[in-house]
């Protein structure tokens, strides 16, 4: 069954950090490009970060909301990708996804799997 599962939301105070982890089962995510996104309530969908497909490449693309304050990777032998977050802000907060795309890239014609999502939350 293939599957996405995201996991390390919580909430956290402002200038605080998080890591999220995204583990895949039945394929392996080394071969298709991985996404991390969010929604924020009353706010449509934004891209986070995109890390290509690493039998073409490796670079990882973010919006220029996190460029800085974010880094995702991915951990080929535990079939999981991770997003780590740090100086985090209140505008941050919002429902984290990962997704897989059977492309070189996240492009939305191409998505293979999608998560069920991880609620992050910044506050004092």
């Known amino acids: 069954q293939v599957q996405l599962v995201e996991s390390g939301g919580g909430l956290v105070q402002p200038g605080g950090s998080l890591r999220l982890s995204c583990a895949a089962s039945?394929?392996?995510?080394?071969?298709?490009?991985i996404g991390w996104f969010r929604q924020a309530p009353g706010k449509a969908r934004e891209g986070v970060s995109c890390?290509?497909?690493?039998?073409?490449?490796?670079?990882?693309i973010y919006a220029d909301s996190v460029k800085g304050r974010f880094t995702a990777s991915r951990d080929t032998a535990k079939n999981t990708v991770y997003l780590q977050m740090v100086s985090l802000k209140p505008d941050d907060t919002a429902v984290y996804y990962c997704?897989?795309?059977?492309?070189?890239?996240?492009?939305?014609?191409?998505?293979?799997?999608w998560g069920q999502g991880t609620q992050v939350t910044v506050s004092s």
């Open positions: 997704a897989a795309f059977d492309d070189y890239t996240c492009s939305d014609s191409s998505l293979y799997s």
């Open positions: 039945g394929f392996t995510l080394a071969y298709y490009a």
């Open positions: 890390i290509a497909n690493s039998d073409i490449d490796t670079s990882t």
